[in-house]
Nanobody, 115 residues
Framework: QVQLVESGGGLVQPGGSLKLSCAAS????????MAWYRQVPGKQRELVAS???????NYADSVKGRFTISRDNAKNTVYLQMNSLKPEDTAVYYC?????????WGQGTQVTVSS
């Protein structure tokens, strides 16, 4: 019912910045929150940031102060601005939407932080 298309991943040097985008389409009326997750080899998927429709945001301690989640409702798009990137931020980043009955995931986009 909901399609999420991520973009913006790539290679960036430590200390650099990157902005991810996630465009939602379909039956988005039921979405009450959006989130970004990341997953690295050998580890479980980790919640990075989330934002409810009421504007309340939540961040993992590891990214607090460096990452910012935001949205543009007119474009049905959620963003993740990543600053002061570290090598340990390297992961596949996934966009997720949450509804009353259905949750959806994007395809993932690779972020690599390396010099």
């Amino acid at each position: 019912q909901v399609q999420l298309v991520e973009s913006g991943g790539g290679l960036v040097q430590p200390g650099g910045s990157l902005k991810l985008s996630c465009a939602a389409s379909g039956n988005i009326f039921s979405i009450y929150a959006m989130a970004w997750y990341r997953q690295v080899p050998g580890k479980q998927r980790e919640l990075v940031a989330s934002q409810h429709n009421n504007g309340i945001t939540n961040y993992a301690d590891s990214v607090k102060g460096r990452f910012t989640i935001s949205r543009d409702n007119a474009k049905n798009t959620v963003y993740l601005q990543m600053n002061s990137l570290k090598p340990e931020d390297t992961a596949v980043y996934y966009c997720a939407s949450y509804g009353d009955s259905d949750d959806y995931w994007g395809q993932g986009t690779q972020v690599t932080v390396s010099s």
